[in-house]
């Protein structure tokens, strides 16, 4: 497994996911953890630097508010280039990502020299089994949408990924615009376009076990009047 690599995990109060996080990625796999919060109140703050003083390991930037996820991947991913890493994985902290697929995905990347690593919810039928009905026909959707009108087979919406920062331009990553969501899949759709080598695996997505999803109805809309400028209107 790659050594030089760290792991950014947005957050927005999500206290009851941070020990299970860093029990694993830091505790079992000694990797170090990048966590962005976007002024949680549920005490996901003190238990990030109450960890931070057991062990090094775990790093942090707090932001005053709430600036989107899209922004928080570029925070973490920015932090990841000044401070040298090789490889950056994203994942979102609500469990829904499985800490302990990290190795398989740092591995991957290694040894497939690729540039990216995405996991897909579409290679295995099982994947989002346990999904309500509405969530999985949303999510959907919402591959469709972004399969046809940005000619893509990947699951470009997906968090859980890693970039091999040696192969990749800092600078690219500006490119996609959306602080929001949205960023997953316009930054995927550049690097796709410039003919990085990005490769798929396949991955099971839990329902999310506790605390609420911060994905609002605004956001959705948002993401869809993005999909149609990046589709018309995008600069490549």
Known sequence: MPKNAVVVIPTLNENENIYFLYKIIVKKFKIPILFIDDNSNDGTRDKI?????????VKFIFRKKRLGIGSAHKAGISWAYKK??????TMD???????????????????????????????????????PLLRRLITL?????????????????????????????????????SDGYFFLVESLFYFEKLNYK????????????????????????????????????NKL
């Open 49 to 57: 630097i109450e960890l931070s003083k057991k062990n090094h390991l």
């Open 84 to 89: 040298k890493y090789s490889f950056c994985v």
């Open 93 to 131: 902290a609500d469990r829904t990502h499985d800490p302990k697929e990290i190795k398989k995905i740092l591995n991957a990347i290694k040894k497939k020299n690729a540039d990216i690593i995405i996991t897909s919810r579409f290679k295995k039928k099982s994947s989002l089994q346990d999904w």
């Open 141 to 177: 959707i919402r591959f469709y949408l972004v399969k046809i009108m940005l000619n893509t087979n990947l699951d470009s919406s997906g968090g859980y990924r890693c970039y091999n920062l040696k192969k990749i331009k800092e600078n690219l990553f500006k490119l996609a615009r």
């Open 198 to 233: 990005i490769i798929e695996m396949p991955t099971t997505l839990r329902y999310r076990s506790s605390g609420k999803s911060k994905m609002r109805f605004i956001d959705i809309g948002i993401s869809l009047i993005n999909l149609f400028k990046l589709a018309f209107f």
